[in-house]
């Protein structure tokens, strides 16, 4: 399976946003109640969720960014532009921070947000044309 790996604070606050978004954490439990390692099941794309001593170790000390940068954006497509809006506020209610709030814009419909870590996820949909 492929796999995108994401630093993370905490384990527990990491697995309950995730999972309140309705993503499968596949895996046997650890002592803390969370699967390990934790993998979350993106449409069959593997997003590990490391924390961030661990992170750090893989890198060989190397930095990583701040939850204020973000060096990628991770993608979820939608089929509906009411699925982007009902994404955003799932998002949100779950712990979440709006970067950009549902809109038009020239490649669909979007929503971009960060999880509890600061990891940016856009969640796009087509169907509403963009305005000349």
Same mark, same amino acid.
């Given at each position: 399976m492929k796999s995108i790996a994401l630093p993370i604070a905490d384990r527990e606050r990491s697995y309950r946003f995730y999972r309140a978004l309705g993503m499968d954490t596949p895996g046997?439990?650890? =002592?803390?109640? !969370?699967? =390990?390692?934790? !993998?979350v099941d993106v449409n069959g794309f593997a997003v590990t969720l490391v924390p961030t001593d661990g992170f750090r170790y893989v890198l060989n000390g190397r930095p990583i960014s701040p939850p204020s940068a973000s060096e990628c954006i991770l993608t979820i497509e939608l089929t509906e532009p009411s699925d982007v809006d009902s994404w955003h506020r799932t998002v949100l209610a779950a712990g979440g921070t709006s970067i950009s709030a549902p809109a038009v814009r020239p490649w669909g419909y979007t929503a971009v947000v960060t999880d509890p870590d600061g990891h940016a996820w856009e969640a796009t949909a087509p169907g509403i044309e963009h305005p000349v």
């Open positions: 046997a439990e650890a =002592e803390d109640g !969370v699967p =390990e390692p934790l !993998v």
